[in-house]
């Protein structure tokens, strides 16, 4: 399935782009991620596990185990620091 | 319910804002403000301005639903968001928080809720520019805490 993969912040920043649109066959936002990693080692240092990172699905704040759904907009980026 | 949620790069005009919301609806009896100003020091570092990031769509709508859902907590009569992004100086007013209600206690509780909820639940992101290089801001716990507070569970930092 396609979907869009967008970036904000400082992994926008590490990858310097903002989205991407990928084929995956990724059922949730953990193993979206894992397979992102993958694709480059900017991917793998900008989402490595060991950073925090929110992911919204659909504009929405989800958890990792979220499902992914044909066509979704997932976003991955740091703690939000606004206000 | 009456709101509204905007994100603009310009400057806001409280004294304006606030006239606008509280002409909306006659019974209102009190209005609560919060503005939020960028300072020139954070820990102890200089920050000569604020570049603030944003993802357009999810910031609207999840202010939106925060102002929802604080109609629902509290007996509020009208509420008004403003956030600013793009680069700010110091002393620049960043975001506005308007509640209006009949009576103080609930606009004032309502302002805080919301400014609480927004500080770690919106997507917006600040970066300082100092002198010695930009940095990335790191959320606080203290912010996580202060949602807590409402019995919602925040784990932003």
Same mark, same amino acid.
């Given at each position: ?83 | 319910?009456? $709101? ?24 209102? /009896? ?24 944003? $993802? ?21 009569? /009208? ?8 680069? +700010? ?8 928080? +308007? ?13 805080? $809720? +919301?400014?609480? $909820? ?28 202060? +949602? ?10």
């Amino acid at each position: 399935m396609k979907i869009t993969v967008r970036y904000f912040a400082s992994i926008r920043e590490a990858l310097d782009f903002g989205s991407e649109v990928i084929e995956t066959d990724a059922t949730n936002v953990s193993e979206l991620r894992e397979q992102l990693m993958l694709r480059s080692p900017l991917h793998a240092q900008a989402l490595a596990i060991d950073r925090v990172i929110r992911v919204a699905v659909n504009q929405n704040l989800v958890n990792m185990d979220h499902p992914i759904e044909p066509a979704s907009e997932v976003a991955f980026f740091p703690p939000v620091t606004g206000g | 319910m009456c $709101y509204s949620v905007v994100i603009q790069e310009k400057d806001f005009d409280v004294s304006q804002e606030m006239a606008l919301l509280r002409a909306l609806d006659c019974g209102v /009896g009190a209005i609560c403000s919060f503005v939020g100003t960028v300072r020139d020091r954070n820990e102890g570092a200089q920050v000569s301005s604020m570049e603030l990031e944003h $993802y357009p769509g999810m910031t609207e709508k999840s202010i939106e639903a925060m102002i929802e859902s604080a109609f629902k907590r509290f007996d509020i009569l /009208g509420a008004r968001v403003i956030h600013r992004v793009g680069l +700010l100086q110091p002393l620049d007013q960043i975001v506005l928080v +308007l509640v209006t209600s009949a009576h103080r206690g609930q606009s004032f509780q309502a302002c805080e $809720y +919301l400014m609480d $909820y927004l500080k770690t639940q919106a997507p917006f992101w600040k970066k300082e520019i100092a002198p010695s290089g930009a940095r990335w801001v790191d959320a606080r716990v203290s912010d996580d805490q202060a +949602l807590e507070r409402w019995g919602i569970v925040s784990q932003n930092s």
